[in-house]
């Protein structure tokens, strides 16, 4: 079955620091991978997509994400971290055409001023 | 402006009283999906829609049920809620070939 950890449940970074969020997932091929930011009481919103080629891909406000398929990761990462990057954030997957998607629980940023 | 709505957006009920939480979208996008979110679980999947008459579980459909006679609207129906049905529930679309899902606001369930 399809399946995707978030180890990291809280982190704390001071603004300005760099940041990373881990994912991985278990699959039976290359999924699609995404990532959405969910802010407090918001819905979610796509920050980055991957479904094939460059295994680096840039997102919207200033995030990346590398696809490693040895290590069956998507992990999240922002060089400058900004106050208004406090949220949660999750790592999803899905079948290539397929609708059935599968949700990472979850990581909580705080961001120290 | 592409959007995905739901109403009610925050409803307090009791146990066994049904309810239907309504979902529509106005991209004309073939899928349609429900999630439940709950602290430490993410989102999972209750149903999904490819297309008019076309629906299919997701990982957690037990006391959920939902209908797609329209393209645009993917009412979810709970029969007889049960306090373990309190969530915050969000309905999805997205269009075709794959993309971005586009999330509702979320329905906020309190089950008593």
């Known amino acids: 079955a399809q399946s995707v950890t978030q180890p990291d449940i809280h982190i704390t970074v001071s603004e300005g620091a760099s940041l990373e969020l881990r994912c991985n997932y278990s699959?039976?091929?290359?999924?699609?991978l995404f990532w959405y930011v969910q802010s407090p009481g918001q819905g979610l919103q796509l920050l980055l997509k991957y479904f094939s080629g460059d295994t680096l891909v840039q997102g919207i406000k200033g995030f990346e994400a590398e696809f490693k398929r040895s290590q069956s990761s998507f992990n999240l990462r922002k060089p400058s971290v900004h106050w208004s990057d406090a949220a949660e954030y999750f790592c999803?997957?899905?079948?290539?055409?397929?609708?059935?998607?599968?949700f990472g629980p979850g990581t909580r940023l705080s961001v120290l001023p | 402006e592409a959007q995905v709505t739901q109403n009610p957006r925050y409803l307090i009920t009791v146990t066994g009283k049904k309810l239907t939480v309504t979902c529509s979208q106005n991209m004309n996008h073939e899928y349609m999906s429900w999630y439940r979110q709950d602290p430490g679980l993410g989102l999972r999947q209750i149903y999904y829609?490819?297309?008019?008459?076309?629906?299919d579980k997701g990982d957690v459909p037990e006391g959920y049920k939902v209908s797609r006679k329209e393209k645009r609207n993917f009412p979810l129906i709970l029969e007889s809620p049960s306090p373990n049905q309190t969530s915050l529930y969000f309905c999805?679309?997205?269009?075709?070939?794959?993309?971005?899902?586009?999330f509702g606001p979320g329905t906020r369930l309190t089950v008593l």
């Open positions: 699959y039976g091929a290359t999924p699609y």
């Open positions: 999805a679309s997205r269009g075709i070939p794959i993309g971005e899902q586009f």
């Open positions: 999803a997957v899905g079948p290539p055409g397929g609708q059935n998607f599968v």
């Open positions: 829609s490819m297309n008019v008459e076309v629906t």
